[in-house]
């Protein structure tokens, strides 16, 4: 189980700032992607199309 570490108020903020156009069900997936970041995790197999354009 993946929890937040110091820089998880950090990651967000630049997760956004990269992508301003986050809305939806993408703001959902914006914690997973987070604490995938966090913890070195670069990869995500998934059929979920909301879940893509996150980039690395």
């Known amino acids: 189980?993946?929890?937040?570490?110091?820089?998880h108020a950090a990651i967000p903020a630049q997760i956004v700032a990269a992508l301003p156009d986050i809305r939806g069900s993408q703001m959902h997936h914006l914690r997973t992607v987070v604490l995938m970041r966090e913890h070195g995790v670069s990869r995500i197999c998934t059929r979920d199309t909301a879940s893509t354009g996150f980039g690395s």
């Open 1 to 7: 189980m993946l929890v937040g570490t110091r820089r």
